[in-house]
DNA sequence: CGAGCGTTTGAAATCGGTCAACAGCAGTGG
DNA sequence: CCACTGCTGTTGACCGATTTCAAACGCTCG
């Protein structure tokens, strides 16, 4: 886990194309000045490496800079569960804030960067500019959004339409940072796919080959061509509620 | 729905023995009488009775006083799924910030009772008492980890695991504001408990008599009682964790 | 080039779902 | 006070989606 001091590089909150997606939103050019002071370092992190672990304290929250990371809850007697995907302007550790703790693993499925909010000093900051603190508490509020609908995936939907919603899913975040929409790079392996969606590898597998033969998709290795997006649409249900709002 | 003017009550943030649990956590005496100006009203609800529902805007959010309520989660063709259900103390409407707009249901299983915050006037308030602030900052965390747990409960673990953990969470709940962990009255039917856990009613049947069976619990009707808390936690698996830390 | 992981595919097993009948209790109205 | 009706819950039988177990394939990287 590299720190590297803000100074380093000429990057910070009021030029990153990301502020449409993080904390700035909203926010005048001359509060993102003071978001800036406080965001002193970022940390960069290698395939695999975990960005904090379940039980670490809690001292700061991360801002996606580049980079793809999972979070993980486990169970004491090993089994676990991964609960989400994070692309680029997403805040992580925000599960610690209630017992100072970090709840799960953020671990990064390829070379990330994030950036370091300093959490006591950022509640500090909230609390003088009004738009941040709201601009806050809309991050939380669409988290606990994006979980009721994860939780409605997993308690409601078959396998097809869980892994048809989560395709869609991707693809609409991935276009809104400016990737296409229709073709765009798995970070993450069957198995993990599996994990978010309460499924097996083996049944992941298997609806990749499905979907391939009724042409929907097209697949190799990891690279994914969403062919027939209605189609996809089709298949997840009227479940496209489930990804068609939370695009952040 | 009937709104109270707080004055016909003398019942008071600064008063409520549920202080414990809601917003006034970690407040001096002085900060909670603010907490007391800024809550100006309740609302009483009679037993099916929604608190807010998808859609409508969201100009408050609220702490239940007493009762207990459920809140669900609809897709667009009807299939819903309840993802929660909330026992006095606990703060409503959270996911609604966001987007400004209640995400879910709330409905009441019981005649029940809320307090209304006005989320902009508590926006207000927090930036003038850091511990406001941070206490709010850790329910909004809290229901995250929350919500993660729901999610590995649904991803991973099988039916029977399943219930058991919702047995001993809702005890740890309820013997935590002052009722009995061993013996307590379902306020949800079975449909409901089912719908939860992302099971079918006839499991949660199946599954209730088979624990009756085994001498785990007595049940009769909705009142039921956890004869053998140590065979229900084996059954949960080291699942325990699941519901343990979350006693709020 | 070979080792090892990730992935695909098949066959058998199973948990939980679906359909269906029935029981129990509550509330209604005669 | 007792049928009648309707809702909730229980139980059984069967079915099917997904899991589990197993084997083979094919990248990728040292």
Redesign the interface.
Known sequence: MNHIPVSASPNKCSTCVLGQFCLPVGLSSDDIQKVDSLVTERVRLKKGEPLYRQGDALTAIYGIRFGTLKTE?A???G???I?GFHLPGEMLG??????NTY??NAIALEDSEACVVRFNDF??L???L?SL??QF?????????Q??????S???LRAEERLASFLLNLSDRLSARGYSPHEFHLRMSREEIG????IQLETVSRLFSRFTESGLIQIKQRHIKLVDTDGLLELA??????HC?HVQ
Chains 1, 2 share one sequence.
């Open positions: 809850y169970l004491p007697d089994r676990e569960q609960t925000l599960d610690g804030i209630g017992e709840q799960s509640e500090q909230a609390r003088q009004p603190q709201n508490h809309k991050i939380l509020s669409r988290e606990l959004t979980d009721q609908r994860h939780l409605l997993l308690g409601t994990s978010y969606l309460g249900g009227k479940s496209r509620a489930i709002t």
